[in-house]
């Protein structure tokens, strides 16, 4: 979507939901489930009540008549509802209510109620199972509005009192969030909400802003995933809360509508659909994969453009106050403590994320020991030892030597060497800019010769690739706790430091902090392993924790002048 | 007299200058993950809710057809 062009881009966006509708008509035949074929019927009731929901809000969130591609869609999802075939199925299928349920509110909404079809749901709601057995909180959530939608009496709890219940209310933390919780909180904000229609009644301790600032925090993840069908059910929520002119929405509809292909339909994510579902027949896989997604996209437009949605200004992001400096101490004292017991050769980097950590707190004293010790020990190693570890590693460790004026002679030589082969380069990869610095820093090369060889190289191919936030939720499933850390450092550097993602990421870590100050759980008995694992991950959340600790402006002394 | 080549060369100084180790990137245990990525099946019973009506899977849709006689 061009956002540049006059205007605030609600024409193109109206374009989009057209463009949408359009190619869910042309393609209504496949929501009708005596069409399909015996492996396909479920799947095509599930896309009948999806369609008729956004047929039915079309006829709710705007007050014109609907137009010819809406017509024909409630056309087909009324002939379909018709049949005694699929209607009757409610008195024998009743935990799958709501698949009929919806269907029937649909036609209701849009003025062509069917008093059969609603004594039949009227039946199955009071026949002691369909609208009792137990369900999860959003999916109560989804049983209370479709039953009033409908219109249907029952005396069920009030979706106030089920709100407490759900995960949206809970304060979650985005980065644990598997894409199955993302559609819990979407959907709990649709019913809640109305669709935007009403405020809900939500629990004393809920924060509107935060519930925004969670919203945008998972477009982040969501648009880095380029997952279409997410970007659209969040952007859908913020509409729905009232929130439609901030950075995230903005970017959030270019998306969108760079992604819709030309005939309308917008492709969902891989996986949502079995691979043994089209069974090789690419149209079917075609609608299949991307009927969801348009219906979607197709109801943000029809939001956006609702005068009878509710409308309010973004409400202010929270600003939490963020300190590691507790947790971040005492991992420094396992860490310092532990690495003296080890090959300080293996346990450099461990002794440099001391050192880096210690100056960040402004305690360099908390790294004199281990400095000492490590020094002595590598009074005379050879130049391979600080070779492998590289200058971020043994630049950290020389930094740290130098601030208590202890000296090791097999580093000063190294270092002499490398800069002497580093005076015959003329060029420098941009990845390698920050330890050039290092370099200049430690007073091995002068400013301009540094200058000279980043200038020369900026042009360079960036051979490190950036972390992307997006991996964060795959990090925390896997557990990969240095990864996370790389991707929390390089956020914190990148001035995100009180991002929500960030945030809650460096909270994810902070819980995996035990008792001894290390981080990580290895879950497993063997003391050896344990150990190994421990320092791995204690080292890389210090040097993490250390630049969020500097990046928070909480340093006890301001750090000395450094790259 | 020529001086000796230093023990560091040009190509050695560039790795040093572009490696990184602060934060360690290598999982250091795979059974961490392979322990925690049965908890999904544990978990089955919410979830089969969620496939019947988010997304569908074709074994599900085969059982329901053959209960609902569609």
Redesign the interface.
Known sequence: MDTTQPGDGSSQRRAVETRAVAWLAARRDLID?AEAA??????AR?ALIETAFLVGLRARLDPEPLDGHYTALLDQIEEIAARP?YRE?IA??EA?L??YAGTYAALRLCGRDDQEFRQLLTQAAAGGYATAFE??PY?QLDLLHTLELCGVPHSLPAMDEVLPFTLLCNKPNVVKLAD?DI?AITHTIFYATDFGLRKPGWPPDFDLSEAVELLEALLVLTLDQRNADLVAEILCCLLCLGVRDSEEVRRAWEFLAAAQEAEGRVNGPPG???P??ADGDDAYQHWATGYHTTIVVALAALLDRSPKVMRRQRPSAPKPRLSVEQPLRRAVLWLADTSRRHDPAGCL?AA??VA?AAEALGEAELARPLLLDFSERLANAE?DV?????????G?FAFGLRAHGITCPSLDT?FK??A???A??DK??P??AH??QR?VGLGLIAPQRAAALIDAGVDGPH??PKTSAADLSGAC????L??I??IV?DSARAGRVQHRVTRDAIAFLLTQQSSCGAFGR???DDPA?RE??ML??T??VV??LATVHTACGTALTAPRPRP | MSCPP?????R??????????????????E???E???QLDDVAGY??A??R???????????C??G????
């Open positions: 489930p015996t492996g396909r019927v479920l799947f599930k075939s199925l024998r299928d799958a709501l698949l369900r999860i999916r199955r559609y949502v659909v079995h043994g579902l980097p440099a994320a880096h130049a600080w070779q492998e570890h590289g200058m971020e590693v043994v950290e190294f060497s490398t002497a082969a580093v015959l380069l420098v990869p990845q390698a330890n050039v370099l051979s490190l499933k896997n557990y990969q240095g990864h850390a790389g450092r290895p879950a497993c392993i190994r694992m791995s991950w080292q890389s040097t993490t | 230093p023990p560091v060369d040009a050695k100084a560039l790795d040093f200058l572009r490696t990184s180790g602060l934060v360690d990137l290598r999982v250091p245990l059974q961490v993950v322990q925690v990525s919410v979830l809710w969620e019947y009506v988010l997304v569908v899977a074709n074994q599900v849709a085969e329901d057809d209960a609902a006689g569609n």
